[in-house]
DNA sequence: GAACGTACCGTACTTAGTACGAAAGTGCTA
DNA sequence: TAGCACTTTCGTACTAAGTACGGTACGTTC
């Protein structure tokens, strides 16, 4: 009786778990769904529980979009280098689309947590291994960071999810079309969008390896 | 005495207003300062009245995302069109520098408006007169908007503005890499970065060139 | 077992979005 | 000009969310 049967619950809380569960709920439902009371409730905790382990939620939005960071795979300056910025190029792509509420974060986020600085560092690392000068890497990064970003902005943006979706969602918005303004995005929709198997994403591919080629041709060889 | 000297203010509010009002918030303190009070003083009216122009904060947002596509120059599908896509890449830019708060945005508002299809069917159409194909032009559309977004992206989220305050940030942060960690980071701050005349916004060119060379090789001429 | 540190929580204050209905202004008709 | 309808503005109040402040429960150490 004088024991509420109050379960031992789960593990302790922890900052670490903290911050997980603060991703899982955004991945979840958007950063929108990321509130101290969602995020407590997840953890079967109190809100004021939480303050505990983080000192707010500036601290906590700063520490998941590095934690993101932390999860995309890094080049090694050791191998091919194309090979190598690719690889991380697709890995980074991937995660964002993971997580896509990192990409409005890091507008609004400018102090980099310490796995961003060290994606950074082994990028640029990989290009000067590369034989690129300083400010060829800095060029060439800013270039393919770019890309990489803003492509993962433009799929997080998409109406649709996925080639299964992209019906559904594009055949009644030509309706909309037909008083013949924007022909060209009518074209373009019909004839390449709603084709079976098209995927955003496999636009990728062909950006990062035009990228890539053009920064190869500037490499002395 | 019974007049309390309320001045009729300003003009009358209006749908119009209201959003010119909600992007000058937006550009001065962030998304963040914008909220339906801070909108309401900076209109001279209260807060409720601002409901009778706009649904809710979501149009809002909404509409003030299609606003800032509406300042983008339209490439025109008559001339050069390495000329004319790239001069909407430069005023894309430099729309999104002055409002920086809007590339977040488009992350979350998944409904284009007008002057959004607009902007897309110009820059096709452009594209399609250059003699792309159709599938060619989604693939070049793709990377040059993601290229557009990104560098868009990595400036919003950059701790200094403009090439006169980098030192002020960058020297200080170098204190914190002295302990021999992100030594390709400390090479090309120390060399690049802080070197006089250094402003990343330069760096768009570099990419931009590249990317409308790769695809020009791409036509069949 | 008293003092203390750590983890958790109850209460309450503040800011923000917005529902509801009333009040004030505007113009049109009889 | 009196009445009425429509538009615009606003007062009040409810809900959600961030978080300050102090309290409680439990373990550790001397």
Redesign the interface.
């Known amino acids: 009786m004088p024991r509420p049967a109050k379960a031992p619950d789960r593990t302790p809380l922890s900052r670490d778990r903290v911050l997980r569960s603060a991703i899982a709920i955004a991945d979840a439902g958007?950063?929108?769904a990321l509130t101290i009371r969602s995020l407590a409730e997840e953890l079967g905790v109190k809100p004021m529980s939480v303050y505990h382990h983080v000192a707010g939620k500036a601290e906590i939005l700063d520490n998941i979009v590095d934690l993101v960071f932390a999860e995309i795979d890094l080049p090694s300056p050791g191998g091919d280098w194309t090979i190598e910025i690719r690889r991380r190029a697709h890995s980074a792509r991937k995660v964002l689309r993971r997580h896509?509420?990192a990409?409005?974060?890091?507008?609004?986020?400018?102090?980099p947590g310490p796995a961003t600085?060290?994606h950074?560092?082994?990028n640029?690392?990989t290009l000067?291994a590369a034989g690129f000068s300083?400010?060829m890497?800095?060029?060439a990064y800013?270039?393919i960071?770019?890309?990489?970003?803003?492509?993962a902005?433009?799929e997080?943006?998409?109406?649709f999810e996925g080639p299964d979706t992209v019906a559904e969602v594009a055949a009644p918005m030509m309706q909309l079309f037909t008083t013949g303004?924007?022909?060209?995005?009518v074209?373009?929709t019909t004839?390449?969008?709603l084709q079976p198997g098209y995927d955003?994403g496999d636009?990728f591919e062909?950006?990062l390896t035009?990228?890539l080629?053009?920064?190869a041709r500037s490499l002395p060889s």
Do not use: N
């Open positions: 958007g950063i929108g896509p509420w990409i409005g974060l890091m507008e609004s986020r400018t102090s600085l060290k950074h560092d082994a640029i690392g000067r300083v400010a890497t800095a060029h800013a270039l960071d770019s890309y990489v970003y803003g492509f902005l433009q997080a943006a998409l109406p303004q924007y022909p060209h995005l074209e373009l004839e390449h969008v955003f636009e062909f950006g035009l990228i080629d053009g920064l």
